[in-house]
């Protein structure tokens, strides 16, 4: 992605649409605008201007542009935005006429946005932000991506370093001053003030992960063959998405399907069932993928006998249209069939979820921020509990190197093309 080029994207929804957006960054952006349209507008103000081919002058559209001169845009160079009517065929010309302007090419997926970090328009933990935000379904991943890209982490980070900052220069002092004779150590309230900040990080290690966010609240369902899995899996999803059958042995992988119930997102797994005596190879590898899914879930609907289900999981009984006796030791009653208890287990699984979930107010981190805050939580115990002035300054610059990288100032460009390979062209 080089730099000194100016891309073009579509960057509205694919056409045919009312409105065709076309996003141009770069330092050629401004002379596109008179290049097509005979004349640069006042910045910042749409303005309507007849669009034509350089080529043979002929009319591509009459719409509404923006010229929006760096650093203040989007990207932090000059921008400009083509809205145009949104025919595929009329969006398909003017994107070939662009592409045979002289330095201007087409986007690379999230480009416009790594222009942005690169730039200093954004940091890091915005840009993830800003990644969740496109690809939110359920109003909980909504809420915690905006506040990312809207910068709730990154501010918080910010104080957390001038903190440590103001912790390291007091280290620093010391060390200066270690050959005088009245001076050299550290005064009394500096360990304590290394722990309230550690203690501070911990507390937001201590709420629940984005990855459980984006990925859902993982419900497996699993019991013996023939127990009522699928059918369940069905009626919990209202789609007929696993084969059930009275047949022993007719699911033979794990089905996966994310859901979102309640506003809340959920990825329930359908599982084989789990028996001892198969001579069938392809059923117990299924049996062992099944065994995998349970260890892995956050909740398992056990459909087996009671007590024989893994720890913390619900105990249900189903098929109670055909077989109605009490059943005492189960949580929940359900028929697949009728629908009967269907409703009481999915608003029991909602209210169980949204526990795991960020409450509100509350921000979930990503694995690599959460391992970053960790790595400088860790740090800031160490220095808090040395007394050796080197070992503790070298313990403060960790912490503050974690800091740096969680908000992409160095130590990045191995996860870059990762991280806004998620984007979409023109974003």
């Known amino acids: 992605m080089a730099g000194n080029d100016t891309i073009f994207a579509l960057s509205s929804g694919n056409p045919p649409a009312g409105i065709a957006v076309i996003r141009i960054s770069g330092p050629r952006a401004a002379d596109v605008l008179e290049l097509l349209g005979g004349r640069i507008p006042r910045p910042r ?16 559209d009459e719409t509404l542009v923006l010229s929006l001169p760096g650093p203040a845009s989007a990207t932090g160079e000059d921008c400009a935005e083509l809205h145009l009517h949104g025919g595929r065929a009329l969006v398909a010309r003017v994107q070939q006429v662009l592409s045979r302007i002289d330095g201007l090419r087409r986007a690379e997926p ?5 222009r942005a970090f690169r730039n200093g328009r954004i940091d890091l933990a915005e840009a993830e932000g800003l990644a969740d935000l496109l690809s939110a379904e359920t109003e909980l991943q ?20 001038e903190e440590l900052l103001g912790i390291s220069a007091r280290v620093e002092t010391a060390i200066d001053f270690a050959d005088e004779e009245d001076a050299g150590s550290l005064d009394a309230g500096f360990a304590g003030d290394c722990l309230q900040l550690a203690e501070r990080l911990g507390e937001w290690l ?4 984005a990855e459980i966010l984006r990925e859902g609240y993982r419900v497996a369902i699993g019991g013996p063959p023939n127990a009522g899995k699928s059918s369940l ?25 994310p859901v979102a119930l309640g506003g809340v997102p959920f990825l329930f797994v359908d599982t084989a069932g789990l028996r001892d005596d198969t001579g069938d190879v392809i059923e117990a590898i299924g049996i062992q993928r099944a065994a995998d899914e349970l260890a892995r879930a956050d909740l398992v609907l056990w459909l087996g006998e009671p007590g024989q289900g893994p720890d913390e999981s619900w105990q249900i009984a189903t098929k109670i249209d055909i077989e109605p006796g009490e059943r005492p030791s189960a949580d929940f009653r359900v028929s697949s069939a009728t629908g009967e208890g269907i409703d009481a287990l999915r608003t029991a699984l909602v209210d169980q979820a949204r ?9 979930a ?15 800031l115990i160490d220095a808090g509990g040395n007394h050796d002035l080197l070992l503790v300054a070298e313990g403060l610059r960790r912490a503050r190197t974690a800091f740096d990288q969680l908000l992409g100032r160095t130590g990045t460009e191995d996860m870059l093309d990762a991280l806004f390979g998620r984007f979409c062209i023109g974003k």
């Open 45 to 60: 103000r749409a303005s309507v201007m007849r669009l034509r081919d350089p080529a043979d002058g002929s009319l591509l």
């Open 110 to 114: 999230g480009e416009f946005t790594l």
């Open 233 to 257: 899996f069905n009626a919990l999803i209202e789609e007929d998405a696993s084969i059930a059958t009275p047949i022993a042995g007719t699911t033979r992988d794990a089905l996966h399907r």
């Open 355 to 363: 526990e795991a979930m960020p409450k509100p107010g509350q921000i």
């Open 206 to 209: 201590d709420a629940p992960r």
């Open 142 to 161: 909504l809420r915690n991506a905006q506040a990312l890209s809207e910068g709730v982490l990154s501010q918080r980070v910010q104080a957390w370093r």
């Open 365 to 379: 981190l990503h694995d690599r921020q959460a391992g970053l805050i960790a790595r400088s939580h860790e740090a």
